[in-house]
């Protein structure tokens, strides 16, 4: 079990540096998808099946979902930006080595083995609607909000508004017109 | 009649007050009237009151009238108050009658100037601080008459001030004037701390009972002392300002300059004289400045050309002999020898004014001469001044205060040889100057038109001030003459007696001492005869001859005092004054603000706007906490 | 199954977590530097889950659910800002956004 | 109750004036002239009906420093304001609070006379301004509670700023920030060195209270107490001014409007020596005698410093303010003296100070209005074109360098006299500083009002406005300066009071010079020692 | 641990603020009208209000460890739901100037409001992040409210990444704290905090976990977003995020690390004493010569967060005053000072350039009244609230001997008054050589009558609470007194 963890915790990681470098979208986020799995294995060899499973379900398969769907939508194709000198690279992987190394020296002073019991979705059930109960129906409220947020953002302009009617707008504000009068849909530039 | 003490001083202060009001709704005749009246009510309030003093002394031989209490703070309560006491008494008189006849030659002398009313608002401040000083009974009231007749004296040597060079004489006697009291103001501080009091009696009969002969407390009050009658009495080192002081109108060097504010050190010592019987050494250092200054300003006197400086150089000449006087504790001698002064001194500024004026203001006596027929009635009484002046012997009374001077400066305990020489050199001197002026003005041929000539408003007070310069003499006639001296035995009431205990004392009261005087002032007369009057073109060509020029330069421009004074002392102040006049701190304070916007521009591009440097300075931050984690 | 110790996974956390941190500083377009958040919040879900199986107790595995359902938030709101930000810069290189700065 | 008033009054009207001054600018100009002139009236009243009590001291063994403080007011107010902070609202005044209110409430009346003409745009406001700072001036002289007092020294900040950034003259908006800047910082530092002092008396005594009689005489460690002296000599110092942090002065003077001069030389910079005499010397009596010679040698260069640069400046308003800095300096090292004479001498100097001060303000200002310039360069001869006006500044100048007869001698002779007890050498550079006040003084009427009229200058005299005022204050500089006993009778019970609050410390002088003179009457040697230095 | 009726009562607040974001989207949904989502959302800001009484009555406070009602939280919810009823009556007036529809706008603003009064009652590493989280989407939501503006777009881009950082830094040092301790209740990580010694691990998870609030409140190193976000985004929604967002964090923030001050020697405290004084600095600094108003109100805003730090970094009840009150006054003043901004804005833009307030005294004399009086606040001058607020900061910080940071708090505030006093310069003095009218003379904006009130509202608690603030005090001691102080 446990080289299983070292196997999929290799895998993870070697996906995830190849998400970051890789300069083709799509090809990055198909190894972000990689490395999603390879962190579902993980969890299952610490002892939360039920957690891998939503990994795999909601992380992979919605928001990976989101993403492919994004990237198709503002059809990129593989319009690489420019491509940066890896010499780029040279700052950020001096800070965040150092981050890393600050954390990873504190871990290693002494280490505690993994009780090992298995935690079951049973027990995540009996907590998730037990204490947490309060804490699932925030969690309902985020997604709404992200709900109405999104859709505010990602809609149209106002459809009843072209750019006579904003004329019109501004001529409210002298004290010409009144606001409530609607307007035309205002043409965004292509999607 | 003792009463009336306050009037005396009142009146002239009624005087300016009403001068002051009434300004514009005055005419010049009014203004006059005011003006002049004051002081005459004033000379009449004094002859009536130092009169009674003489006939009737009060109590104690002094009176002390107390007007109200001026202040009370922790123990210290100066009041306005005036005390009489026979030295009062003869400066009282002397302010009073020839302040009198001052003003009424100004009322004519001035009639053609538009500040007329002005003048003589200024000339009654003057006569009310100068009356106040004299008569104040404690030396906080003295300080206010001292520094108000400063101020009067600023006022009147600036009163034609449309020239800026009257303006700068003025400022340079007032603060000159200033530097001595400053000394004058420290020695009241010491005197309050060490005494309790600043009343002049209490304060010397405590000063007598608490501190021993000679202890070094007595000596700094009295140096201090000495430090601001230098000051006004224009005594070196402080002198500098009188010569200049010349600018003002003539009454007011007659008055001022001649008669009353420079003998207000005089005054100042005589009336704290236990003070300096207590500290020999502060006698001594005014013997000294006595003697120096007598010197360095006769021979001063000798070769100046304006009129006016040549007798404001003899004025200093004189005061020396008066504090030289002092200074070998010859204390009566020294008042005689002021009472004696004031008449002939005023009396030669009067007649110099007539002169000047008759010139249409020609100051250099080279370009006056042959007045004497042109302008008989002044060449008279000049000549009768310049001979008090020059101690004519028997007839004038400047013979007898300075013969009395110049004994005692042999006789008494402190009197030295080396004095005496000094002060018979300085006769001599005196002699050849003043006689200098009358050859000179008055003899030879005449050089500028007479213009103007004086009527009686200005010749009376001449003739008056001749007949005192004669009279004044015979009140206390020398030992070896009779036994007629009233004045000492009346300014004994006040002043300690004069002790001829010297070791030549017997010589010094006897003619001999008498007899070389005599013979000095008939030499001086007779040579500066042949100097000026035959041999005119032989001195002027003596006088300018390589050797001689440059000696006669240093001593027309008062021995180089200005010279120093300008380098030592007045072109630093500016200087740094200059330097300094955007305030040093302000470029400390502007410093710190840029400090401040160099931080904001530093700060501000580190706003570079871009998402991926703000992550950078918060991981930054992070990184740099958690290592100070890791690394505790 | 148990032998596996609670550090050697934090450390992988760890190591993903910067793996993401160091994309989110370095990469230019907007989409990548999403995918490095959902990497980081990845990680971090992680290692709750380590921390809970060391516990033995289901509060970490709760709190992955809600980092989870975090993430879906962040990134829908995200990506739809993602859009206006193309039509609006013409293009999702993040260091165009400069425009307010000092 | 009638202490309120002080405050309430010129507060109330100043929101008047502005509503009155949106319609009629005289009206603005007749209430600010009531909110100003009838709580002098009140202040004048109980002044006199408390004249009696006034004047005697406290009996020889009169009560200790705590207990003096307590009962020793002629009127006073206390209420509960933020009980959750130990903050009160408690005014008092004595004999010292009459006095400053009198001049508060006269030169308040005088800057709203002399801006009759002189301002002419935002009238209504320019008067709130005025008021507003005449209340928190009222305010800060009645506050004795620590907090009320900081309260009222920051609350004057905002009026005084308007005043001079909006009616002022050319770099005013530069000198009202550095104005504001300068006190706000101090005035933190001493907000600092107030709640350090309240807590080290909570945690002495487990009252957390800023009520200053209670605060009086914390026991604390001398260093701590000197830093805290040192906070509120910070705030005391800079409005004082006192020389290094005294540049914000002239700038504020120059170009504030001439109401805003007159009361920023008025009163304003008498907040700083108030707040010494009330406040920081009582407190830190052991600190204060630490600190003396240094106080001392900074006051003495104040003294010489600004009279060096009145002299050297060009514009008019700037050489007066210079002046100013000067007489302070005076009144500094006659606050570290601590003795009687020397206190009489610095209430006296405030009083004078802002008489002849204020004055030259109100003249310059009045000059300015006439030829639009301060330039000295471009004056001179202005005697022969206004002969009353050329008198006037001769009397003020005379009155600036210190001339006997009138008020500022007898203060600063009184100063002078007091620190020769504690240190000759101030005293005779003090004297020294007299000098240079003349050499100022002078400078400034020649290049002024005497020499030739070159400029071609031709404006009318004084109006009638302007000679009542300057008649007013002429009339008290001379009464002061031949009759000051009522002024001194008023303070002695103050003076008095402070110097029995500082009796232990280090800080008493040996015996005044009142008792030492009835020892010499005794014949008892009081022996040659050279000055009582501690 | 079942959730009684009683439970629900005492979370009445957040189920009524629940309640009110799902009614207007509701209402949306059926037709879409300005003024019902006004009422509605204004019904559910006061039913969340009123529910505060019924919460406060009932007897025990814990509903599940995630969340307690006690006074403290009750406090902070009723200011922020205030604060969001005058964010939503200044938005009335401003959003009709949008091209897009306004009802999600005041969905989004009851959901923040929502998120922030988790953060308030807070007690569980689970609220705390979803309370966190909530805010932080609605906020993503409201930035970019006017979508067709490249600001509002370029600003939620800046908030969004550097928000999802800083949450990531979070949940892993919860992660780190929870491995090390294995509670994530407030009272485990306080006796963490009091406890700490030498434990490297829950040391760096404390401070990956200030990451995240340190980024909410904006303190530096993590203040950089906010001048753009202020500028970019609409007036009313800048506000929000500059009162509610920081108040609801830094309630939070004394819950959970509130022994931190008691060991003056520790890490944690030293960080935060660096980061209190950097934040002072470079917050007054960064605003000496700005010339964008929105952007001084913004690098003020990072300095009085550094003033609240050092009033928390005091120990003892009067620290917990001292925030507390502070807090309230600083709403207020941001609050009235962004409504001015609100107000004055023309339809195109944000009226955020100085040049469009100089002048302004004669203009528009109301607004620059209360603005004047906004900035003496916030200057902390006498009559006004910040002065009482700065007062008693002062007092904290010197009570507890924190001299570094009382000096350094003198000397900044005054820098303060420089550019305080710039813009009220600007606002009533003419330059000598700015001669004829100001540069451009702002059109009147419409709907202003409310904002204007509301102004007028926020100017008088601010003059009436500076002057005599004892009932506010005594508010602010019981709510703080609920606190575990040591």
Known sequence: ?191 | MLSLLWLIPALPAAGFVLLVLLNRRLGRAGAAWIGAGSVGLSMLAALLVCGSFIVSPPAGDACRQVLWTWMDVAGFTPAIGFYLDAVSVVWVLVITVVGFLIHLYSTEHMEHDEGFTRFFTYLNLFVFSMLVLVLADNLLLLYLGWEGVGLCSYLLIAFWQKDPQNVYSGRKAFIVTRVGDTALIAGLFLLLTQLGTLEIQPLLRAAEQTWAPDSTVAVVAALLILGGAVGKSAQVPLQTWLPDAMAGPSPVSALIHAATMVTAGVYLIARTTPLFELAGDARLAVALVGIVTLLIAGFSALVQHDLKRALAYSTISQIGYMILALGVSGWEAGVFHFGTHAFFKALLFLGAGVVIEALAGEHDIFKMGGLARKLPAVFVTFTVGAAALAALPFVTNGFYSKDLVISTTLGTADGNVWLYVGSILGAFVTTLYSFRLVWVVFFGEAHTEVTRRPRWRQTMPLWVLAVFSIITGFLWLPAWIGAFHPLEDFLDTALPPIEWTGRYAHFAESAGAAFVIILIVYGGIFLSYLLWVPWRRGTHAFAASPVVRPLAAFWLGGWGFDWLYERVFVRPVKWFAHWARHDLVDYVVDGIAWVNLAGWRTLSAGQTGRLRSYVAVAGFGVVLVLAVVVLR | MASVSLEHALILAAILFAIGFAGLLTRRNLIVVLACIEIMLNAAGLAFVAAGARWGQADGQVMFLFVLAMAGAEVAVGLAIAIRFRQSLKGLDVDDADRMRG | MILLWYILIPAVAAPLAWLAGRRSEVAARWIAVAGTAAPLALVAGQWIAAAGTLGETFAASGPGAAGLVAGSWIADLKTAWIESLGISFFLAADGLTLIMLLLTFALGLLAVLCSWRGITQRVGVFHLMVLWTVAGLAGVFLALDLFLFYFFFEMMLIPMYFLIAVWGHERRIYSAIKFFIFTQVSGLLMLVAIIALVFIHGRETGVYTFDFTQLLGTPMAASTAFLLMLGFFAAFAVKLPAWPLHTWLPDAHTDAPTAGSVLLAGVLIKIGAYGMLRFMVPLFPGAVAEFRTWALVLGVVGVIYGAVLAYAQSDMKRLVAYTSVSHMGFVLIGVFAWNELALQGVILQLVCHALSTGALFILVGGLQDRIHTRDLGKMGGLWQVAPRMGGTAMFFAMASLGLPGLGNFVAEFLILAGVWQVSEWAAVLGAVGLVFATVYALWMMQRAFQGEETHGLRFADLTKIETGIFASMIAALVLLGFWPQPLITTARQTVDGLQRMTAQSALAQPADPGEAAAAAAETETAGGDEGGAP | MTVTWGDLLTVSPLIALTLAAVAVMLAAAFFRSHALALGITLGGLAAAFGTLFVAASRAERDVTPLVRMDAYALLFIGLLAAAAAVVVLFSWGYLDRFRVHPEEYYVLLLTATLGGATLAASTHFASFFLGLEILSVSLYGLIVYAVYRDEAVEAAVKYLVLAGATSAFLVFGMALVYAQTGTMTAAGVSDLVAGLGDDVVATIGLVMLLVGIGFKLAVVPFHMWTPDVYEGAPAPVTAYVATVSKGAVFALLLRFLLPVSSDQGSTVFLALTAVAIASMVAGNLLALRQDNVKRILAYSSIAHLGYLLVAFLATGERAGLAVGFYLIAYFATTLAAFGVVTVLSPPDRDADRIDDYRGLGSRRPVPAAVFTVVLLSLAGMPLTMGFIGKFVIVTAGSGAALWAMVIVLVATSTIGLYYYTRLIVAMYVRRRDEAGPAATPLPAAPGGTLGVSVLGVLTLFLLVFGVYPQPLLRLVEHAVSVLPWP
């Open chain 1, 1 to 191: 079990m446990t080289i299983l963890f070292y196997i999929a915790a290799a895998v993870a990681v070697l996906a995830t540096l190849l998400v970051v470098t890789r300069r083709n979208l799509v090809h990055a986020l198909l190894y972000l998808v990689v490395s999603l799995f390879a962190v579902a294995v993980v969890f299952y060899t610490l002892g939360a099946p039920f957690v891998a499973a939503l990994e795999v379900i909601v992380y992979a398969g919605a928001i990976m979902m989101l993403f492919v769907f994004a990237v198709m939508l503002l059809n990129l194709q593989a319009a690489s930006p420019p491509r940066v000198p890896w010499t780029a690279w040279v700052g950020p992987a001096v800070l965040v080595g150092v981050l890393l190394a600050e954390v990873i020296y504190a871990l290693t002073i002494e280490t505690q083995p993994l009780a090992g019991a298995e935690v079951g979705a049973t027990a995540v059930s009996e907590a998730l609607y037990g204490p947490y109960v309060l804490a699932v129906e925030l969690a309902s409220m985020l997604l709404l909000a992200a709900l109405v947020a999104a859709t505010h953002v990602a809609a149209r302009a106002r459809e009843d508004q072209t750019a006579a009617s904003v004329e019109r707008g501004r001529a409210v504000l002298h004290g010409q017109g009144t606001a409530s009068e609607p307007g035309v849909i205002v043409e965004e530039g292509d999607a």
